[in-house]
Nanobody, 125 residues
Framework: VQLQASGGGLVQAGGSLRLSCAAS????????MAWFRQAPGKEREFVAGVARTGGRISYADSVKGRFALSRDNARNTMYLQMNNLKPEDTAVYYCAGDPSVITSSQRMAAQYDDWGQGTLVTVSS
């Protein structure tokens, strides 16, 4: 599946953004999906993941309570609502998917074969 992430931008601390990940193809519903992020000079890290049906969602501790992941299989789209953003949330955000991932909590980037191009989120203090 081909993935296209969008929705990044510049926001002040405490603000909100909503990222979208649009998938092409008819097999989106068979993919577990996730959001990762990579800050300058740092490794790519897991942000949130969702199982194929959307029933189970997992979050990194650093975003729990502030970010909300959702997916709409009818629209082949995944979202990440980001509230109360902090400067440390500044990063390029990537969406990823893989049909062989069976849980929402797969945090290893190498387990996902399909990646979007990334969208930059910058949070100013």
């Amino acid at each position: 599946v081909q993935l296209q992430a969008s929705g990044g931008g510049l926001v002040q601390a405490g603000g909100s953004l909503r990222l979208s990940c649009a998938a092409s193809g008819r097999t989106f519903s068979s993919y577990a999906m996730a959001w990762f992020r990579q800050a300058p000079g740092k490794e790519r890290e897991f942000v949130a993941g969702v199982a194929r049906t959307g029933g189970r969602i997992s979050y990194a501790d650093s975003v729990k309570g502030r970010f909300a992941l959702s997916r709409d299989n009818a629209r082949n789209t995944m979202y990440l609502q980001m509230n109360n953003l902090k400067p440390e949330d500044t990063a390029v955000y990537y969406c990823a998917g893989d049909p062989s991932v069976i849980t929402s909590s797969q945090r290893m980037a190498a387990q996902y074969d399909d990646w979007g191009q990334g969208t930059l989120v910058t949070v100013s203090s």
